[in-house]
C-alpha cells in the first residue's frame, strides 16, 4: 500500500520569500504525484500533477514541483511567496490501474508574514 | 466548464439519524470519487464509482454506502450517524482514460450532534 510524509506540520514565511514544501512517498512502482491546496473551508484545487517524463514540472500560481525517484521524494517549490499562497498544502499518490484512489499527507499549513 | 458541485454544503444532523449527499461531476467526467476529512485522520479515501459501479472501496464501516447514477451524479449515504461522522465530506471527478487527476468539489460539512 502506498502513502506519504509531509515532514513539516507548519511553515511560516515572509512575503516574497522562496518556499519548499517537503514530500516523501512509498510505493512499489512510479506513482502518479500530486500536490492541492485547501484554503479554509474550501475543497482542493489541484497545483500540479506528476505521471511521468520530465521529472520538473511546473503548476499554477507559479508553483513547481520535482520529482525524485532516489529520494522518493516530490518537493514543491516557489520562488517568491505571495501573501495568497496562505493556505493548507496536500501532497498525494496515486497507484497506477484503473482506479482512481488517492492517498494524501497529512498537510502542510502555510502562514505568509507580511 | 462548471466544476464539481455538492450539495448540500452544510448540514446538521443527529446522532443515529441518516443522511445522503449529492455529488455533479464535471460534465464528460465518469469517474467520481469520495473523500473524508477530519482533523483527526485527515483526508481518507471512502469510494469510488465508475459508470454506475464501485471500482474501489477504502477502509470505512458498512454504513457508508454510495451510488453512481447514468449521468455520472453521485451521492453518498451515511446510516446511522455517530458524533465521528461529523467532517467535511468531499466528491472528486476524474476524466477517463489516462487522465488520473483528480478535481475537488467544496464539500459538505457535515456536523452530527
Known amino acids: 500500500a502506498q502513502s506519504v510524509t509531509q515532514p513539516d506540520i507548519h511553515i511560516t514565511v515572509s512575503e516574497g520569500a522562496s518556499l519548499e514544501l517537503r514530500c516523501n512517498y512509498s510505493?512499489?512502482?512510479?506513482?502518479?504525484l500530486f500536490w492541492y491546496v485547501q484554503s479554509p473551508g474550501q475543497g482542493l484545487q489541484l497545483l500540479l500533477k506528476?505521471?511521468?517524463?520530465?521529472?520538473l514540472v511546473q503548476g499554477i500560481k507559479g508553483f513547481e514541483a520535482e520529482f525524485k525517484r532516489s529520494q522518493s521524494s516530490f518537493n514543491l517549490r516557489k520562488p517568491s511567496v505571495h501573501w495568497s499562497d496562505a493556505a493548507e498544502y496536500f501532497c498525494?499518490?496515486?497507484?497506477?490501474?484503473?482506479?482512481?484512489?488517492?492517498?494524501f499527507g497529512s498537510g502542510t499549513q502555510l502562514t505568509v508574514l507580511p | 466548464k462548471a466544476g464539481v458541485t455538492q450539495t448540500p454544503r452544510y448540514l446538521i444532523k443527529t446522532r443515529g439519524q441518516q443522511v445522503t449527499l449529492s455529488c455533479s461531476p464535471i460534465?464528460?467526467?465518469?469517474?467520481v470519487s469520495w473523500y473524508q476529512q477530519t482533523p483527526g485522520q485527515g483526508l481518507q479515501f471512502l469510494f469510488e464509482?465508475?459508470?454506475?459501479?464501485?471500482?474501489n472501496k477504502g477502509n470505512f464501516p458498512g454504513r457508508f454506502s454510495g451510488r453512481q447514477f447514468s449521468n455520472s451524479r453521485s451521492e453518498m449515504n451515511v446510516s446511522t450517524l455517530e458524533l465521528g461522522d461529523s467532517a467535511l465530506y468531499l466528491c472528486?471527478?476524474?476524466?477517463?482514460?489516462?487522465?488520473?487527476?483528480?478535481?475537488f468539489g467544496p464539500g459538505t460539512r457535515l456536523t452530527v450532534t
Open positions: 510505493y512499489g512502482a512510479t506513482p502518479y
Open positions: 464509482y465508475f459508470s454506475e459501479t464501485q471500482r
Open positions: 472528486a471527478s476524474s476524466p477517463s482514460g489516462e487522465s488520473y487527476e483528480q478535481y
Open positions: 460534465s464528460g467526467h465518469r469517474s
Open positions: 506528476y505521471f511521468s517524463g520530465d521529472t
Open positions: 498525494a499518490v496515486g497507484a497506477r490501474g484503473s482506479a482512481r484512489q488517492l492517498t
